[in-house]
């Protein structure tokens, strides 16, 4: 074979290879996170971070190393603390113990470590947080283009992937965080579910219910898909028993350590409950609008959380009607639970109701859509999302 063939054949695979949905999947993950990372390390080097909040845990867990420290912030000290000291163990600085978190993600962090065969501290512990988060979004985002890519070709696909990507909170994905650990979990979910691999799925949703209590969303969204294809009551019965062992795995777990089924919810009591999340906001939205829009800038946080509900809101007539049942009863609890119950910290609570990203895809891959529509919404979301990172690697209230 001579230099010529040979180079043909090369750039033939390497051609084949750029037209692979996933590599071009990962490319654009690659290239938002390139971003991100980018722009956390040069604000790091040239501004200081923020002063701690009354209520925040110590978050300086890297500061040798600038690249990763803005992204071991806020909850991931909670996380840090658990994996370290356990639930309710001395030393847990964590409200409660800890228990306001679900346990998989500390887990994991605690996992990940032990398996180098280094002592755990505070910074590895961090560190494999963030290495937790990136490793899941790398298999999230290739796996949610394939499941798309099945009924909607690879156009509306990309397009998908990148509004995922460009989300405004989308910078969770890469923090110590376990939102990208959900996101993975439900992608997975229903990518076996629509192979009506029935029992793996439940499996895949049982791990989701040790996550996130948002896992919950994904026993009831797996049994109406399964239902309505069909699935035998074997099949039916096995949604119902495994998908949900997580979570109650958890509440065993403090029934039986700390006597309190509930210490979950009791934990998160400290943050506050429905007032303090959403009634306070509202009459701050209806009665001094103005403050709301130029006065403390975490209101404005707020003020895009819930133009991002309204969003997510108007989409799911859409999401019934063009997407599968499983995909849009999930998509629907989790916006309208989240939307309910809080206005704080709603913008990454949304990340993870993948209906969104397929219908506006769908609409912005229509003609007439495709062109100016669709690069204006990618680069305004792309915009925020950068200012956004930024704020939360120097301990902006942005969470």
Known sequence: ????????????????????????????????????FGANWFTLGILP???????????????????L???ARWDTSHYVTIALHGYGGEGNL??????????????????????????????????????????????????????????????????????????PFSYFFSAG????LFLMLIVLAFTFADRRWWIAAALIAALATSSRLAGLALPPALLLLAWRRGASIRDLIGISLISPIGAAAFVGYTSWRFDDPLAYFHA??????????VGDYLTLFTQHPREALLGDPRNQIIVLNVALLV?????????????????????????VAHGIMTWV???????????????????????????????????????????????????FWTI
């Open 94 to 167: 964590s409200h409660d113990g800890g228990l306001g978190f679900f346990p998989l993600f500390p887990l994991l962090m605690r996992g990940l470590v032990t398996l180098t065969g280094l002592e755990p501290t505070e910074g590895r512990l961090a560190a494999a947080a963030i290495a937790i988060a990136c490793l899941c979004i790398t298999v999230a985002v290739p796996a949610f283009a394939q499941l798309v890519h099945r009924r909607f070709g690879p156009d509306v696909a990309r397009t998908a992937v990148i509004l995922l990507c460009v989300s």
């Open 268 to 277: 998160q009591q400290h943050w506050g409950g429905w007032r303090e999340h």
């Open 49 to 67: 971070r923020l002063p701690l909040y009354p209520a925040q845990l110590p978050d300086t867990f890297l500061p040798g190393t600038r690249w």
């Open 345 to 395: 910290s709603l913008g990454r609570y949304l990340l993870p109701a993948i209906g969104f990203y397929i219908v506006a895809a769908l609409l912005l891959t229509r003609p007439g859509w495709r062109e100016w529509p669709r690069d204006i919404t990618i680069a305004g979301s792309t915009v925020v999302l950068t200012m956004l990172t930024i704020l939360f690697a120097h301990g």
């Open 1 to 36: 074979m001579t230099e010529g063939q040979d180079a043909a054949d090369s750039g033939g695979r390497i051609a084949r290879l750029l037209h692979s949905l996933t590599v071009q999947s990962l490319l654009i993950l690659l290239a938002t996170r390139l971003l991100l």
């Open 69 to 71: 420290d803005g992204w």
């Open 177 to 180: 965080y376990s939102e990208s």
């Open 311 to 335: 969003l997510w809101l108007a989409s799911l007539p859409w999401v019934w009607r063009l997407l599968d049942p499983g995909i849009a009863l999930f998509t629907t609890l989790i916006v």
